[in-house]
């Protein structure tokens, strides 16, 4: 059975930080391009960041770029988001993605997704 799951949102200040981190089962890991969606409420899931299976390559949405930095580490199973600088626009439910076919951006073509945690970032 398949599962990723999130963990590492909370509550934080506007200029803080967070570290999300996700940890897959069921999957050859290291096979799967991996990405970071987030949900804000009354909006659509929008793409946040991703990796390529060898972490050689990776690509951020332009509201995150600067701030956040998407990493994996393969031995682990396992990929992490570490964001800074905090904003409220911020706020939204984030979700792990794995993505098989190396589609980086798109949500309706990840294969498997993660159950989301809670990112809320203060004024």
């Known amino acids: 059975q398949v599962q990723l799951v999130e963990s590492g949102g909370g509550l934080v200040q506007a200029g803080g930080s967070l570290r999300l981190s996700c940890v897959t089962s069921?999957?050859?890991?290291?096979?799967?391009?991996m990405g970071w969606f987030r949900q804000a409420p009354g909006k659509e899931r929008e793409f946040v960041a991703a990796?390529?299976?060898?972490?050689?390559?990776?690509y951020y949405a332009d509201s995150v770029k600067g701030r956040f930095t998407i990493s994996r580490d393969n031995a682990k199973n396992m990929v992490y988001l570490q964001m800074n600088s905090l904003k409220p626009e911020d706020t939204a439910v984030y979700y792990c993605?794995?993505?098989?076919?190396?589609?980086?951006?798109?949500?309706?073509?990840?294969?498997?997704w993660g159950q989301g945690t809670q990112v809320t970032v203060s004024s």
């Open positions: 990796i390529i299976w060898s972490g050689g390559s990776t």
């Open positions: 993605a794995a993505d098989r076919l190396g589609v980086v951006t798109s949500v309706s073509e990840y294969d498997y």
């Open positions: 069921g999957i050859i890991f290291s096979r799967y391009t």
